[in-house]
């Protein structure tokens, strides 16, 4: 049997998407004799293949240059892509930052952290510039939202068998939530 591919990465969140995943358990196992699970951001393969993938999934909100390449880069790799989570669903928690001066959010982390000591703001031509977070949706199209934070295992389950029947999930019940 031809296995479905699938492609998934995180952009701007804290990988709570990626072990609700996880958290399917068993469950993934059975998916997996269905799914080609092609890339992660946890495998050495980080992009997904130049032919393409069925599904890709990605979770976090857009809040560098390097998200956004990477939003981009999936968007043309595959037909179907899921946000997975509320930072990508609709920026989440990562869009507090925009309430604050770039510079002040920057000194913040890199500065002012209790835990940090001579701390220095980084800068090079070779990192990816910040910008202000927004949702998945802002920078390319989106098919599948799955919401939550995390989405829990049972909706991601769900989400995936139904991509894998061929039909767009229609999420009800507790498999949609917002937190
Ligand atoms: Fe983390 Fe929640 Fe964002 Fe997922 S939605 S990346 S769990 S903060």
């Not at 770039?102 to 090079?124: C, F, H, Q, W």
């Amino acid at each position: 049997m031809t296995k479905v591919k699938v492609a998934m990465d995180w952009l701007a969140g804290c990988a709570g998407c990626e072990m609700s995943t996880l958290d399917m358990d068993e469950r993934l196992i059975q998916l997996l004799d269905k799914i080609e699970l092609t890339s992660t951001p946890i495998t050495d393969l980080k992009h997904p293949p130049k032919d393409g993938v069925t599904v890709g999934i990605l979770s976090g909100a857009v809040n560098n240059t390097t998200n956004v390449e990477v939003a981009k880069e999936m968007r043309e790799r595959c037909k179907l892509l899921v946000a997975l989570g509320d930072c990508a669903v609709f920026g989440g928690v990562m869009t507090m930052r925009n309430f604050f001066d770039m510079n002040e959010a920057l000194k913040r982390a890199y500065v002012e952290t209790e835990s940090t000591v001579d701390g220095v703001i980084p800068s090079s031509e070779e990192l990816c510039k910040p910008i202000k977070a927004v949702p998945l949706g802002e920078i390319v199209k989106v098919d599948i939202h799955l919401p939550g934070c995390p989405p829990s295992a049972d909706a991601i389950y769900h989400v995936l068998s139904e991509l894998l029947e061929g039909r767009i999930p229609v999420l009800t019940g507790n498999n949609l939530k917002y937190d």
